[in-house]
């Protein structure tokens, strides 16, 4: 950990699930800063597989997969591959830089991405998912279970058939809240960083009182301007909407003017 660096001293919660959380941890301790690990969101693989296979077994008839998030990557594509190799005519699209890494490191590249702003209506906005482009196509998404359904809505609005894969399941942290509540009662937790509505759901869920008062006070880093929306809706106020991605994140971390 860097023993200087505009963090020094502070310590950030890591929301994300487990399997994402390393790269941001690791920006705020070479910041100086001191990330707390504590994901909000638990993945796991779905307990049906048979929408999954059902797709693998035609995925040549499709001509555009969508992947709504790194866990969708790591809990689809071995599948695929397994099978073979990537369809040449299949074009591969992504919400966010995350999964476009995610899809690279497995090989998959070319990949149909917003530029600025990662959610599905920046993907939507693309050329590649234009009515002239879609009408009469198969698209393939390959999500969790629940979500926004204005991706695949909207793309069979333009004509497109869509099926639609959940391929993991999101759930509530199974662990106590120990690590934070112990924290914020020993005046050592600075901050938190929220990468999802549905985890932070979950969080004030399980609150009581006394951890409420604690969140109220604590300055929220997100995103994206849904869950900044989302968090006020729960009766959040301190809250510190940042450009998109972990760097996104760092950079309005590193911006913030911390009390003294």
């Keep these: 950990m860097s023993t200087g660096g505009p963090l020094v001293g502070r310590t950030i919660v890591v929301t994300r699930p487990k399997a994402q959380a390393a790269p941001l941890a690791a920006a705020i301790a070479a910041a100086g800063g001191r990330p707390l690990i504590f994901p909000l969101l638990e993945i796991s693989p779905t307990d ?3 929408a999954l296979e059902s797709v693998l077994a035609r995925l040549d008839d499709y001509s555009l997969a969508v992947f709504i998030s790194p866990n969708a990557v790591d809990h689809a594509l071995p599948a695929i591959l397994a099978r073979g190799a990537w369809p040449a005519a299949l074009i591969p699209a992504a919400v966010g830089q ?3 890494k995610a899809l690279a490191a497995q090989g998959i590249a070319d990949c149909v ?3 600025e702003r990662f959610d599905s209506e920046a993907l939507l906005d693309l050329p590649e998912l234009a009515a002239g482009r879609v009408d009469g196509r ?3 998404i390959f999500r969790g ?3 926004r359904e204005l991706l695949a809505d909207t793309l069979r609005q333009r004509g497109a ?7 993991y399941r999101r759930s509530g942290p199974s662990g106590d809240l120990d690590p934070l509540i112990s924290a914020w009662r020993a005046g ?3 901050a938190l960083t929220v990468s999802s509505s549905e985890g932070l759901r979950h969080l004030v869920a399980r609150l009581d009182g006394e951890g409420l008062r604690f969140l109220q006070e604590t300055p929220l880093f997100v995103p994206h301007a849904r869950i900044a929306e ?4 729960m009766g959040l106020s301190n809250i510190l909407l940042t450009e998109a991605a972990d760097a996104g994140i760092l950079a309005g971390l590193v911006a913030y003017n911390w009390p003294v």
């Design 230 to 233: 989302n968090a006020r809706a």
């Design 161 to 167: 058939t869509v099926d639609c894969i959940t391929c």
């Design 48 to 50: 049906d597989r048979q």
């Design 113 to 115: 991405v917003p530029s």
């Design 98 to 100: 995350g999964t476009v």
């Design 145 to 147: 279970d629940g979500g």
């Design 188 to 190: 050592r937790l600075d």
């Design 138 to 140: 198969h698209v393939a």
